[in-house]
């Protein structure tokens, strides 16, 4: 195994893909900072999706901190999704009207948490969105999104052995 980042635009196939890279006859962490499964009907049902697709054996866990959780785990891991992550994190600083500067420095050091993480695992696979090939966005929040995702995405492919392009549900070898 190794570390590889899979990113690709909505319903690429990234995380299908990703959970193909794992053995689905060994024990495997999905590591997910997402939302908890009340916050919405729609997020509810892409979860159990998500779940119904995954070997048994394969445990669950929820962690805003990726960092953290997965310098806790053993074994393969995969990490799904960066995009919501980084959602997540600016929610929960309530940062979303935050001075670029100020929102760069947070998100820059929770990244660096992240890739140290990441550069220390020897078998993790980490989705994320690819931002950046529309238009830019027309509202702040947007372009926060994208570019601070797009930094995130970069500083974590530095630290992988590969980095896979899902595009219309076909893997390329970046």
């Not at 669950?60 to 997965?70: S, Y």
């Not at 980490?126 to 995130?152: C, K, M, Q, S, Y």
Request: hydrophobic share 45%; charged share 20%.
């Amino acid at each position: 195994m190794a570390r590889i980042l899979v990113t690709g635009g909505v319903r690429s196939g990234k995380s299908r893909h990703a959970e193909s890279l794992l053995p689905s006859d060994a024990p495997v962490t999905y590591l997910t900072p997402g939302y908890p499964a009340d916050y919405d009907p729609e997020w509810a049902a892409r979860v159990a999706a998500h779940r119904l697709r995954r070997p048994p054996n394969w445990s669950t866990v929820e962690a805003l901190d990726l960092a953290a959780a997965l310098a806790d785990i053993e074994g393969p891991v995969l990490i799904d999704c960066l995009g919501t992550w980084l959602t997540r994190l600016i929610d929960s600083w309530q940062a979303w009207d935050a001075g670029e500067a100020e929102l760069a420095d947070r998100v820059g050091a929770a990244t660096t948490e992240l890739v140290n993480a990441v550069a220390g695992h020897a078998d993790v696979v980490i989705v994320t969105n690819e931002v950046g090939w529309g238009v830019v966005p027309d509202h702040r929040a947007g372009r926060i999104f994208a570019d601070n995702l797009g930094r995130i995405n970069q500083a974590v492919a530095g630290v992988c052995d590969d980095v896979i392009l899902m595009v219309a549900g076909r893997p390329l070898h970046v």
